[in-house]
């Protein structure tokens, strides 16, 4: 596709449960990032990918979240035992190379806890 | 730590008036600059940047210049138009680093 797209656009889950959110880079780029916006607030950093590895993943609040990037392209961010305070909309962004100076969004999953 | 304050919204203003948010920043070193924009429904979109002191970034008519001293990018646009109606971040990347630092966001709603 011509952007980043992200699924599912909105998610509810029930408190203690997993879920997974999935995020396709625009093709070719390298460079992978997550992100958290909570109601009210910019987006936070989460996590940023070069390539298959995670370079940087000082911005995750605790173990119960991951995530991985196993072909260099596709990412899913997985949460364990979510909690309500984990509500919140989950960008994802791409951008060319590592330090590339445009990041380009998608939509964001919309995370609801109950 | 690096930081970002934008003025707290929403702003109201009838179509064609003049647009000022005002955004500060706090950082280290010459970080890049950037508005971006969410209209409903979207995600955010790369509106213009400026990545050196005294750089002007320029679209859609709206305009942002770095001001070092002030350490300031306050975005404006001489006549707003109703579609211009979204939330807009002010965000800033220090050189080196590649994560955005984000302002909480201004939202604009211009009336006809």
């Known amino acids: 596709g011509a952007g980043v797209s992200q699924t599912p656009s909105n998610k509810v889950t029930e408190k203690g449960k997993y879920v997974e959110l999935r995020c396709d880079p625009i093709?070719?780029?390298?460079?992978l990032y997550w992100y958290r916006q909570s109601l009210g607030q910019g987006p936070e950093f989460l996590i940023y990918?070069?390539?298959?590895?995670?370079?940087?993943d000082s911005g995750l609040p605790n173990d119960r979240f991951f995530a991985v990037r196993p072909e260099g392209s596709v990412s899913t961010l997985k949460i364990q035992r979510t909690e309500r305070g984990d509500s919140a909309v989950y960008l994802c962004?791409?951008?060319?190379?590592?330090?590339?100076?445009?990041?380009?969004f998608g939509p964001g999953t919309r995370l609801t806890v109950l | 730590g690096n930081s970002v304050t934008q003025m707290e919204g929403p702003v109201t203003l009838s179509e064609e008036a003049f647009l000022t948010i005002n955004c500060t920043y706090t950082?280290?070193?010459?970080?890049?600059l950037f508005w971006y924009v969410q209209y409903p429904g979207e995600g955010l979109q790369l509106l213009l940047k400026?990545?050196?002191?005294?750089d002007k970034g320029s679209n859609k008519g709206f305009e942002a210049t770095y001001r070092k001293e002030t350490t300031s990018f306050h975005l404006e646009k001489g006549s707003v138009q109703v579609s211009d109606s979204a939330v807009y971040f002010c965000?800033?990347?220090?050189?080196?680093?590649?994560?955005?630092?984000f302002g909480t966001g201004t939202r604009l709603k211009v009336l006809a």
């Open positions: 962004a791409s951008s060319l190379e590592a330090g590339g100076n445009e990041q380009f």
């Open positions: 093709s070719g780029h390298t460079a």
């Open positions: 990918f070069q390539g298959t590895g995670a370079a940087d």
């Open positions: 950082a280290t070193g010459y970080p890049s």
């Open positions: 400026a990545t050196k002191a005294d």
């Open positions: 965000a800033l990347k220090s050189s080196g680093t590649y994560k955005y630092i």
